[in-house]
């Protein structure tokens, strides 16, 4: 059975090896849109217009709501973050030296 590499890093066995992946990924893509659809809006309507003005705030609400949910994920997921950031910087590291194993 293959299993795509991503699921290595979070759960080999599950069929929710995307999981952690997608807990950032939708949360981000529901900000953008909101974030695009609101400067559209703010563009094109008027600021007489009740309703513009109302749907406006909602996006804006909406754009607020979800990146204060993903600052509370990095908050408790930061000593993962700061440990996959250290194996990125080590393979960086790797790559810029060549190969070669560095001598202390």
Do not use: N
């Not at 600052?71 to 030296?97: D, G, M, N, P």
Request: glycine share 0%; proline share 3%; charged share 15%.
């Amino acid at each position: 059975m293959y299993v795509w590499p991503l699921c290595f890093a979070f759960h080999a066995e599950s069929h929710l090896c995307l999981y952690p992946l997608l807990s950032v990924l939708l949360p981000l893509s529901v900000a953008f849109i909101s974030y695009i659809v609101r400067w559209i809006m703010d563009l094109t309507c008027s600021s007489w217009s009740t309703v513009c003005r109302a749907s406006s705030d909602m996006l804006s609400h909406i754009f607020a709501v979800v990146m204060f949910f993903m600052l509370i994920i990095a908050f408790t997921k930061a000593k993962q973050i700061k440990e996959a950031l250290e194996r990125v910087k080590a393979a960086l590291e790797l790559l810029a030296s060549d190969g070669k194993a560095k001598k202390d």
